[in-house]
């Protein structure tokens, strides 16, 4: 006797079980883990030398590479979230949108003051 939830068939709760085991397959979580989490050695934790200890205002820096990497979405110790390629860089390297331009239709005359 197994658990299936209320409203589903035995053959939808299998579909369900196999595509959430099949979703980590073929990745090296030994690699990073199920968290993406980036290791460092001592040596690169002692080179950092404790830069990055105290919270950073974002509105204030000027750059961002100036925001600790635990305040920055998607942040790495060595930077790398800044450097992406295609991404643009994060918050500050945001360029806007380009706008279509649009020519204005010119009115029709009027003939009468009245009419709008």
Request: overall charge positive; cysteine-free.
């Amino acid at each position: 006797m197994e658990y299936i939830p209320s409203g589903m068939s035995k053959a939808q709760w299998k579909k369900i079980k196999e595509a959430e085991k099949n979703k980590n397959k073929g990745k090296d979580l030994g690699k990073t883990g199920i968290t993406s989490f980036k290791s460092r050695s001592f040596a690169e934790w002692q080179k950092a030398g404790g830069k990055n200890l105290f919270p950073v205002d974002p509105n204030k820096v000027k750059d961002v590479s100036e925001i600790p990497y635990m305040q920055r979405a998607g942040g790495a110790a060595d930077d790398s979230d800044i450097k992406k390629k295609g991404s643009g860089g994060g918050w500050f390297n945001k360029k806007p949108a380009k706008k279509a331009v649009v020519e204005p239709t010119p009115e029709p005359e009027k003939k009468n003051w009245w009419t709008f």
